[in-house]
């Protein structure tokens, strides 16, 4: 039967179905990809009653909006009326066939898709698998798969609509299992008195669980999905409000994957608080101080498992980051703290730092290289090949060392013993000794205000200090000046007036952008030329490689110059009128 004749008929047209190379083998190391570590695969359940594949689309297809979802009353959603009955006599229910599925629904570890309104399941189905992304609007977007283990980068989505769409929102970030489900779906079609398919609809009977964990299914309220046929949205329309008339029938006030994750517990972006939430102006400096380190030390230990097993890069990342501001809170605002604990504990969060740098540093390299590559003009970019290869090399070595390190007992007992010292400080037990000074009993509005005060003093004095002449390590010193100012006011935020808040922080980031360009760009430079040296002395840089190398590090100096040029400019900004009105606002608003 001809497409047109299908659509004249009513029936769905006919989907071809290809497969789709897999790409790189699932788990190993590829280009720039790191190894899945804990498997999660759902397995292949054979159809009751059709053989389309699960997600009911063309390859890259973006299917119509869903029209709404409704929940039916009671977990196996008896005692609704059928709705063939409901819609009759204007319209009549064609079933379509029904079948099982099983599903994982994925996110980032950050909740990448979900902060941008998309979800995304992988589901399996008579030895199919598919990748079906919802949009905001409830569109979706399907891709045939091989059969995939999670935590995966998005080198194992095939190429198109649906790998372009998630690495915008994912970026680096790897697809980690958040929800599993086992799903019997019925499908049926509305037809019209002329027989024509106006809309279909979905009745779903999911249970869920938590993929990590053996848990039990939980049974969801079933589900029953509209969708418009595209050109009878005004049917549809009505068939929906017909729909929502029955009674046992209920609007969804969310969407599945939400119905999912409450079930099984599971907390998303929207449950973690920022560093600094929940200060008040008259707090204690103690408490406060521990609340906020407490909640780095939460970020810290939450990313070591992903850092160990290689998940992807932003583990390592988000922990450095927790890392760097812990100490910069031992340094800056260590006088709050009890007796010599800041002292005790900042060369310990120094030796974490300096344990993560040489992953971190082969990590930047790796992920610019393609575009750093693609700038050459004497060189082509597979001279190169040799350098990528030797970073693969070291990076597989450093993160060993690395892993290591989170592994041993001296991270072990810093986390354990660093943790006790905040609860500590929070909460001191009865009858403990009271070790905390003055400052720390002060309110923590008033220091924190001075605090920032003198950051954004220091800042202003050392760039104030930079001329043409000036050397690397002066520029150095002032993006160090700006990262414990703009530290500062991420811990203290929820103590400033929102508007001033954004706006200080607006220029501030204007500022470290540039001053890490320059910094970037100089120690890349300087790393090229160490790797160079390291390579030849292992016999593995073709002269065609040394010679790329050394206009690559020419680019890299270029792009400092550059940035550098531009310092005057990007400094008198942050220092103007208006914005230094913006610094002195915050230390008046923190204290009122």
């Given at each position: 039967m001809s497409r047109s004749a299908r659509t004249r008929a009513g029936l769905p047209r006919r989907t071809r179905w290809s497969r789709v190379s897999n790409g790189p083998a699932n788990g190993k190391l590829t280009k720039y990809g790191y190894s899945a570590s804990y498997p999660v695969t759902p397995d292949?359940?054979?159809?009751?009653?059709?053989?389309?594949?699960?997600?009911?689309?063309?390859?890259?297809?973006?299917?119509?909006?869903?029209?709404?979802?409704?929940?039916?009353?009671?977990?196996?959603?008896?005692?609704?009326?059928?709705?063939?009955?409901?819609?009759?006599?204007?319209?009549?229910?064609?079933?379509?066939?029904?079948?099982?599925?099983?599903?994982?629904?994925?996110?980032?570890?950050?909740?990448?898709?979900?902060?941008?309104?998309?979800?995304?399941?992988?589901?399996?189905?008579?030895?199919?698998?598919?990748?079906?992304?919802?949009?905001?609007?409830?569109?979706?977007?399907?891709?045939?798969?091989?059969?995939?283990?999670?935590?995966?980068?998005?080198?194992?989505?095939?190429?198109?609509?649906?790998?372009?769409?998630?690495?915008?929102?994912?970026?680096?970030?790897?697809?980690?299992?958040?929800?599993?489900?086992?799903?019997?779906?019925?499908?049926?079609?509305?037809?019209?008195?002329?027989?024509?398919?106006?809309?279909?609809?979905?009745?779903?009977?999911?249970?869920?669980?938590?993929p990590a964990a053996a848990a039990p299914l939980l049974p969801l309220a079933p589900r029953l999905t509209i969708s418009a046929v595209r050109g009878y949205d005004a049917q549809a329309g009505r068939v929906e409000r017909l729909v929502a008339s029955l009674p046992g029938v209920s609007v969804a006030s969310g969407s599945a994957l939400q119905a999912a994750l409450a079930a099984t517990g599971r907390k998303t972006a929207g449950d973690r608080s920022e560093v600094g939430a929940g200060l008040t102006p008259a707090m204690p400096a103690g408490v406060a101080l521990a609340s906020l380190l407490l909640r780095l030390l939460d970020t810290v230990e939450a990313n070591v498992d992903g850092v160990i097993r290689d998940i992807d890069t932003e583990f390592l990342h988000d922990l450095r980051i927790a890392v760097r501001r812990t100490r910069a809170a031992l340094k800056l605002a260590g006088t709050a703290l009890p007796g010599d604990l800041a002292a005790r504990y900042a060369p310990e969060f120094r030796w974490l730092g300096q344990l993560t740098t040489?992953?971190?540093?082969?990590?930047?390299?790796?992920?610019?290289?393609?575009?750093?590559?693609?700038?050459?003009?004497?060189?082509?970019?597979?001279?190169?090949?040799?350098?990528?290869?030797?970073?693969?090399?070291?990076?597989?070595?450093?993160?060993?060392?690395?892993?290591?390190?989170?592994?041993?007992?001296?991270?072990?007992?810093?986390?354990?013993?660093?943790?006790?010292?905040?609860?500590?400080m929070a909460a001191p037990r009865a009858g403990a000794p009271r070790r905390r000074g003055a400052a720390a009993q002060a309110p923590i509005a008033g220091l924190a205000a001075g605090w920032v005060r003198r950051a954004y003093r220091r800042l202003a004095k050392a760039g104030a200090a930079i001329t043409a002449a000036s050397a690397e390590d002066e520029l150095h010193m002032v993006r160090k000046r700006g990262k414990e100012l703009?530290?500062?006011?991420?811990?203290?935020?929820?103590?400033?007036?929102?508007?001033?808040?954004?706006?200080?922080?607006?220029e501030l980031k204007q500022l470290q952008d540039c001053l890490g360009d320059i910094q970037d760009g100089h120690v890349q430079r300087e790393a090229i030329r160490t790797l160079a040296a390291r390579m030849v002395d292992e016999q593995a840089a073709p002269a065609a490689t040394l010679l790329a190398m050394g206009e690559l590090a020419a680019l890299l100096d270029a792009s400092a110059s550059k940035a550098r040029n531009d310092f005057g400019r990007r400094f008198a900004r942050f220092t103007s009128g208006s914005n230094t009105r913006y610094a002195t606002a915050l230390g008046k608003v923190a204290v009122a």
């Open positions: 292949a359940v054979r159809s009751t009653g059709t053989t389309e594949p699960p997600c009911d689309s063309r390859e890259g297809e973006l299917l119509p909006r869903q029209y709404r979802e409704f929940v039916l009353d009671g977990a196996d959603g008896q005692g609704v009326p059928s709705l063939a009955e409901a819609l009759q006599p204007r319209f009549r229910v064609a079933a379509d066939g029904s079948r099982t599925v099983r599903g994982i629904w994925l996110d980032t570890f950050d909740w990448r898709l979900q902060q941008a309104g998309y979800a995304l399941e992988y589901l399996s189905g008579h030895g199919t698998y598919e990748l079906a992304l919802v949009m905001p609007d409830g569109g979706r977007i399907c891709a045939t798969t091989g059969k995939l283990t999670f935590p995966s980068l998005l080198e194992c989505v095939p190429d198109g609509p649906v790998r372009d769409k998630l690495a915008q929102i994912a970026g680096v970030r790897a697809l980690l299992p958040v929800v599993a489900s086992r799903a019997t779906r019925r499908n049926l079609r509305v037809l019209d008195g002329e027989d024509k398919m106006v809309a279909r609809l979905i009745l779903d009977h999911t249970s869920v669980r938590d040489p992953t971190r540093d082969l990590d930047v390299h790796l992920l610019g290289f393609s575009a750093t590559a693609a700038r050459l003009v004497t060189a082509a970019p597979e001279d190169l090949a040799p350098l990528h290869d030797s970073l693969l090399r070291y990076r597989e070595a450093e993160q060993r060392r690395l892993a290591r390190g989170l592994r041993s007992a001296r991270f072990t007992c810093l986390a354990r013993d660093w943790r006790a010292a905040l609860h500590e703009r530290y500062l006011l991420e811990f203290f935020a929820a103590l400033h007036e929102p508007v001033t808040h954004r706006s200080a922080v607006k």
